[in-house]
């Protein structure tokens, strides 16, 4: 009977012999560094950055490291995470787990950059637990002493001030999280977010299983504000032209931009529910809208076990409803304003449905699938 492998004898120790530069796509990428794993503990992998291109994440630099480097599952959640709060012009804060969002929040009022943080955290702190953190602005001591409260895997953010590496830098103190790693990464503006941006040097790149790759444009946005969100509109034989009726709050507008921010890095199908500037639960990778949305209902009730309550809340779907349920599971949950793309052939009867529950739907310009 072969014996149990130890965690030291799974690890890989080989980097896999990568070189030093590879050719993509008409591109040539350097290598930035071989990486602890990849995906998995017994998986090579090497982290490549384009050559004469400034990187955001691939030229980050470690100001405070764990153990040992960064995996690959540390960057695709660094980047996953950045690549959220790189739509807010408001302190921002994305936490990240297996390649999805547990939560995200953006700062209302007169809130701190550790409210933010504790927002996004809490919208699911179990799922938290072993995450990569991203912020969009300069992190301060404060927030450095809340993030050491419990197990990160990694912080990352354009500036940190002198007092927050000291936070995090108190292995005595904050023995939980003594291997944190806290990464200094570059201009997150420079990262392509709406449709027009320049994309040259951003494409995608897929890999399948038998090692051909599909090269794409990356996944913009031509949502800027809520302005471009129109009231839902469809049109049947039985019904003729129908209209949704109701209009959403401001403030449920601005929370319904966030969560089309938020669910552009969910895996499809996926849904967003947002209230204040932070999501109170994510569904993710179903394999039908309904179900993206009755997970998500069920997270928050698992989660607030009747603390909170969902009404005002909103909600965006990254893709159209093919049947009036999506939008009566969220009403009953009390959720009152919904985006989604057009495209479904019951537009006319979602929409009427809406208006009979009096929710006010909005349809959004795009569809945005994630296939990560």
């Given at each position: 009977?072969?014996?149990?492998?130890?965690?030291?004898?799974?690890?890989?120790?080989?980097?896999?012999?990568?070189?030093?530069?590879?050719?993509?796509?008409?591109?040539?990428?350097?290598?930035a560094?071989?990486?602890?794993?990849?995906?998995?503990p017994?998986?090579?992998?090497?982290?490549?950055?384009?050559?004469?291109?400034?990187s955001?994440?691939?030229?980050?630099?470690?100001?405070?490291t764990?153990?040992?480097?960064?995996?690959?599952?540390?960057?695709?959640d660094?980047?996953?995470?950045?690549?959220?709060?790189?739509?807010?012009?408001?302190?921002?804060?994305?936490?990240?787990?297996?390649?999805?969002?547990?939560?995200?929040?953006?700062?209302?009022?007169?809130?701190?950059?550790?409210?933010?943080?504790?927002?996004?955290?809490?919208?699911?702190?179990?799922?938290?637990f072993?995450?990569?953190?991203?912020?969009?602005?300069?992190?301060d001591?404060?927030?450095?002493?809340?993030?050491?409260?419990?197990?990160?895997?990694?912080?990352?953010?354009?500036?940190?001030?002198?007092?927050?590496?000291?936070?995090?830098?108190?292995?005595?103190?904050?023995?939980?999280?003594?291997?944190?790693?806290?990464?200094?990464?570059?201009?997150?503006?420079?990262?392509?977010?709406?449709?027009?941006?320049?994309?040259?040097?951003?494409?995608?790149?897929?890999?399948?299983?038998?090692?051909?790759?599909?090269?794409?444009?990356?996944?913009?946005?031509?949502?800027?504000?809520?302005?471009?969100?129109?009231?839902?509109?469809g049109?049947?034989?039985?019904?003729?032209?129908?209209?949704?009726?109701?209009?959403?709050?401001?403030?449920?507008?601005?929370?319904?931009?966030?969560?089309?921010?938020?669910?552009?890095?969910?895996?499809?199908?996926g849904?967003?529910?947002?209230?204040?500037?932070?999501?109170?639960?994510?569904?993710?990778?179903?394999?039908?809208r309904?179900?993206?949305?009755?997970?998500?209902?069920?997270?928050?009730?698992?989660?607030?076990?009747?603390?909170?309550?969902?009404?005002?809340?909103?909600?965006?779907?990254?893709?159209?409803?093919?049947?009036?349920?999506?939008?009566?599971?969220?009403?009953?949950?009390?959720?009152?304003?919904?985006v989604?793309?057009?495209?479904?052939?019951?537009?006319?009867?979602?929409?009427?449905?809406?208006?009979?529950?009096?929710?006010?739907?909005?349809?959004?310009?795009?569809?945005?699938?994630?296939?990560?």
């Amino acid at each position: 009977m072969s014996k149990e492998l130890s965690r030291s004898s799974y690890l890989s120790k080989n980097t896999g012999n990568y070189p030093e530069k590879i050719g993509v796509a008409g591109r040539i990428y350097v290598k930035a560094e071989d990486l602890r794993y990849g995906t998995n503990p017994h998986q090579t992998a090497a982290l490549y950055r384009q050559e004469g291109k400034s990187s955001p994440i691939g030229g980050m630099k470690v100001l405070k490291t764990g153990k040992s480097g960064l995996s690959q599952t540390n960057l695709e959640d660094i980047s996953y995470a950045l690549n959220i709060v790189k739509f807010f012009k408001k302190p921002a804060c994305a936490v990240m787990k297996h390649v999805n969002p547990s939560g995200a929040a953006v700062q209302t009022g007169d809130e701190t950059l550790k409210d933010v943080y504790v927002k996004a955290r809490d919208c699911d702190s179990r799922a938290a637990f072993g995450s990569a953190i991203a912020f969009n602005r300069k992190v301060d001591a404060e927030t450095a002493a809340e993030i050491m409260g419990s197990f990160v895997e990694c912080v990352v953010a354009p500036a940190f001030t002198h007092d927050a590496l000291k936070v995090f830098n108190d292995g005595e103190k904050f023995k939980l999280n003594k291997h944190i790693r806290i990464l200094l990464c570059g201009d997150i503006s420079s990262i392509p977010a709406f449709t027009g941006d320049s994309t040259e040097g951003y494409e995608t790149m897929k890999v399948l299983a038998d090692g051909s790759i599909v090269v794409a444009q990356p996944l913009l946005t031509n949502v800027r504000g809520p302005e471009d969100f129109k009231p839902a509109q469809g049109e049947s034989k039985t019904l003729g032209v129908v209209s949704s009726q109701f209009k959403a709050t401001d403030a449920q507008l601005d929370d319904l931009v966030a969560a089309w921010y938020v669910n552009i890095n969910v895996r499809s199908n996926g849904v967003v529910i947002m209230k204040n500037g932070q999501t109170l639960s994510v569904g993710t990778g179903e394999q039908d809208r309904v179900g993206a949305i009755e997970q998500a209902i069920a997270k928050f009730h698992a989660k607030y076990a009747g603390r909170e309550k969902l009404g005002g809340a909103v909600m965006a779907s990254d893709g159209f409803f093919p049947f009036p349920d999506g939008v009566e599971v969220a009403a009953k949950a009390g959720i009152t304003a919904i985006v989604s793309p057009p495209g479904s052939i019951k537009d006319a009867e979602v929409i009427a449905r809406a208006n009979e529950l009096k929710v006010a739907l909005y349809h959004a310009p795009e569809r945005i699938f994630s296939h990560h």
